[in-house]
């Protein structure tokens, strides 16, 4: 089991920047792929980043694409996900979650087994 606790959401204004973490426990991060995903009211949880166990892989969606950075240091168990240039509709409850699938491009809810309880972003226009 993967407890996972995130950290470092906030309010922030529009074209202001924030660093989310992700803390794990329970076991090693460096067994997992990683990723971010976020959730507005009323929408579906939707794919935002991951990195994959090395770090020599990643992957954005397009809507977060050059200007959030997913990084991660295994040693002390923490995923990082930092966010430039932010928008109003980026305003979400944002959720760190680890998988165990070999495969590097893991973009799907369900391909993560273990989910943190999320960190509220608003971001005021």
């Known amino acids: 089991q993967v407890q996972l606790v995130e950290s470092g959401g906030g309010l922030v204004q529009a074209g202001g920047s924030l660093r989310l973490s992700c803390t794990a426990s329970?076991?090693?991060?460096?067994?997992?792929?990683m990723g971010w995903f976020r959730q507005a009211p009323g929408n579906k949880r939707e794919f935002v980043a991951t990195?994959?166990?090395?770090?020599?892989?990643?992957l954005y969606s397009s809507s977060v694409k050059t200007r959030f950075t997913i990084s991660r240091d295994n040693a002390k168990n923490t995923v990082y996900l930092q966010m430039n240039s932010l928008k109003p509709e980026d305003t979400a409850v944002y959720y760190c979650?680890?998988?165990?699938?070999?495969?590097?491009?893991?973009?799907?809810?369900?391909?993560?087994?273990?989910w943190g309880q999320g960190t509220q972003v608003t971001v005021s226009s």
């Open positions: 329970g076991r090693t991060l460096s067994n997992y792929a």
């Open positions: 990195i994959s166990r090395s770090a020599d892989f990643t």
């Open positions: 979650a680890a998988s165990s699938l070999s495969r590097a491009r893991v973009t799907l809810t369900s391909d993560y087994a273990y």
